[in-house]
């Protein structure tokens, strides 16, 4: 997991760069402008309630230049754009306003006066056409919060903050109502979708034009979520997020009479089972593509609101996963391959990495992910090595954009289950490390009926690279010790649980690891690694993790 190995990086597409600069070229010019609809008198009818995302603590923290965002706290003296530009999810966030009814709801004298200030920078700002500011995604979370906090904002303010408001809301609603998205995908392009909806909802001028955005974001909920419920991103995490989003929806609807197209009901009931798939027993969700593990809390309330109670899926094979549930031991394995960056700004490189769980513990863990912050560490956590698989000569499987995500490439991810008498067997293989190696990597997993006995098979076939490594990450209430003289590990669970790990064909190592389950949460911990040579006839390694005691 090397911070320094840039050797994947790359650029758009030139004719994608040449693109978006005709588009900055047509946006900024005076002539645009002038062909969106400015109101003088722009109506905002009462926006639901359901729309009020109040967080109780972060008023204070916004009221003196800190904004808490990822775990992290980025502080700002008037004008938080200009703070961490080159910090994409960070801008994208701040400039969507997502945190403007915390302060405007802070019982503070100085609060909303504080909320105008932002506003009124972000206009001098950001008034005119920015890239990242008018992206489609962004203008639509920041119309939402600009019309849920319309009216507590020009309460008492003067008659030119007013009209600048009010103008730049017009003129942003018109801008997006006009918009295609073509540059979206994904959780993104919902996102858009749903402001450019909620803009036709909630501003008298433009309810005439709802029926058309209605129709697109059903239909694209449909074309994104799976028939066995996952999203396209392959992340449990944002397929977590496109619920939540979904179920807003539903109560938007009630609160305002009109009916919830029936492909979005359809989409909650298929996106409850899958989540309930992508939970370890702790009730947190596993870490693949750039997921984290969620608040236990607010994914057991979601799902109590779908009204849904189907059971996790074994076989979730449209979103590429499987779920083997064995006593009180969870495993979960990828068997797909990993969206692309233009599918999912998140993709890991990690083909056929699994996590095992066992009760309301967790023993073997992806490395996780971060958002926003040191790019490098989002490319790192991203790699093929943080994860719980194979890799050849220190290098990815697929190549990596830098900050994160994987660049579109061809590859075959293959799997077969077998189940008898409560055993599982599933065969999976990838060639990820066919174009650069000529190396094809195949796992076969075989859990016991009972979940304490996990047998797994590492095979490469070929005759490229010089070595091999493969990488079992611990969570960090996790302990490891070396016995045997080296030829063995001992684990100890949290809840005193233990493990015995024997490796055939490989020679084990311990090295440090990275967890990162939580927002700004980065634990240190440990991971166990079983090495050995290639020399031209590939290589077979045999691992077996027994429960003790």
Known sequence: MSLSNKENIHEPPLWHQWLNKIRA?????????????KRKQLEIDLVPGVLFDIRVGHGRSLKSGNFPFAGRIYQSTGQPWSTAQDDLAWQRWVHGFGWLGDLCEYDDPEALPKAR??????????????PLAWRSDVIGNRLVAWMCHARTLAKDADADFIH???????????????????????????????????????????????????????????KQVLPDGGHISRCPQTTLDVLRLALELVDVFEAMNIECPKAIRLCIDRMAPMIRTMLHQDGGLALFHGGQEGNTQEIEALLDRTGNQGKPLSDARHTGFQRVEAGKTVLLMDVDSPPDIHTHPFGHAAPLSMEVSYDQDRLLVNCGSVLGGDPNWQEALSATAAHNTLTVDEKNCMSLVHGGGIQPQNITVSYQR???????????????????????????????????????????????????????????????SLVQDGQAVLLKMQNGMGWHLRVQGGKLDMRESIYVGQPGDMRHTDQILIQGPLRGEGAVVKWRLSRVG
């Open 25 to 37: 070229l047509t946006y900024r010019s005076p002539l645009y402008l002038i062909t969106l609809k």
């Open 164 to 222: 600048s408001f009010y103008t730049s809301l017009s003129l942003q609603a018109s801008h997006l109502s006009r918009s295609y998205f073509n540059d979206l995908r994904g959780y993104a392009l919902l996102k858009a979708l749903r402001g450019q909806l909620y803009a036709c909802f909630f501003i008298k001028d433009l309810k005439r034009r709802g029926e058309k955005p209605l129709n697109r974001l059903a239909n694209e909920f449909d």
């Open 117 to 130: 200030e932002y506003v009124q920078s972000w206009l001098d700002l950001h008034g005119v056409w920015t």
């Open 418 to 480: 077998i189940e008898e008498n409560g055993e599982v067997l599933i065969h999976a293989n990838h060639d990820a490390y066919k174009e650069t190696f000529g190396l094809i990597h195949a796992r076969s997993v075989y859990v016991n009926k009972t979940g304490d006995d996990i047998r797994v098979e590492d095979k490469l076939t070929g005759m490229g690279g010089s070595s091999y490594a493969i990488s079992l990450h611990l969570h960090p209430d996790t302990h490891a």
